[in-house]
């Protein structure tokens, strides 16, 4: 089961070289991030924000697709900003959230991946990213954990306040003036490994093994089939794409 790389909520975790020990094992989801950035890839142009970088697994990532210069990496936890800036040296670096950024910072795309569930008041979350983005032609793209039956103890560590239905996200996406473009479920297989780590066997923390082998060697076949042949009724996530 590949983890989903939460940005800020690891703080109060066991650390392995002064950072949080899970990052061990998100860092190796590398064909989970790049399934990902795949699938946001044709709205990814032009100014770029992340919200949430973390220490910048995922905009290590989105650097090899789109030039470093034209990407900002907002994360809000000073000591992650630093492993941002040695990380990617020629990236925008701003530590913050999305409520300091100004009229100034006008995006061409939104990228925010599991950040939403963190967020108490999600709508107002939204709204503002809509209020940054270009008028009429900015993207959001945006990844979050789903289905509320797999929210587990893991979730309530990493500080998730939810996780979502595919119906909930419409509605909030919508209600801050939102147009969707694409809502479905990703990885239906993660989903069922999700349930019975976190629900049934009660497990709080991931194994980088298991991780590896899942990345390695399950998920790339499971990805293919959900993108180019049917999107999943279920899935341990939800992918939206919309516009300002």
């Not at 699938?39 to 650097?63: D, K, M, N, V």
């Not at 629900?199 to 991931?206: A, K, P, V, Y």
């Not at 093994?209 to 089939?225: E, K, N, Q, T, Y």
């Amino acid at each position: 089961m590949t983890p989903e790389s939460d940005q800020t909520a690891l703080e109060g975790s066991p650390e392995s070289n002064g950072l949080p020990f899970e990052w061990e094992a998100l860092q190796e989801a590398k064909n989970y991030r790049i399934a990902l950035l795949s699938e946001f890839r044709p709205w990814l142009r032009g100014l770029t924000l992340e919200i949430g970088a973390g220490i910048g697994q995922f905009t290590e990532t989105l650097s090899s697709l789109l030039p470093p210069e034209t990407i900002i990496a907002l994360e809000p936890t000073p000591r992650f900003c630093v492993c941002l800036r040695q990380r990617l040296s020629r990236a925008r670096i701003v530590c913050g959230t999305s409520a300091c950024l100004g009229a100034a910072c006008t995006p061409n795309a939104i990228v925010s991946v599991n950040v939403l569930e963190h967020i108490d008041d999600d709508l107002a979350e939204l709204k503002r990213y809509r209020q940054l983005l270009q008028p009429r032609s900015g993207r959001l793209c945006l990844f979050v954990p789903a289905r509320p039956e797999l929210f587990s103890s893991l979730d309530r560590a990493f500080g998730h306040y939810r996780r979502y239905t595919r119906p909930e996200l419409r509605q909030k996406l919508q209600a801050s003036g939102f147009h969707l473009e694409r809502l479905h479920y990703f990885n239906l297989l993660g989903y069922l490994a999700w349930w019975g780590s976190f629900r049934f066997l009660g497990r709080r923390r991931f194994d980088p093994i298991l991780v590896r082998f899942f990345d390695r060697f399950l998920f790339p076949a499971v990805h293919a089939l959900e993108s180019r042949v049917c999107r999943p009724p279920l899935g341990q996530s939800l992918l939206a794409v919309a516009t300002a």
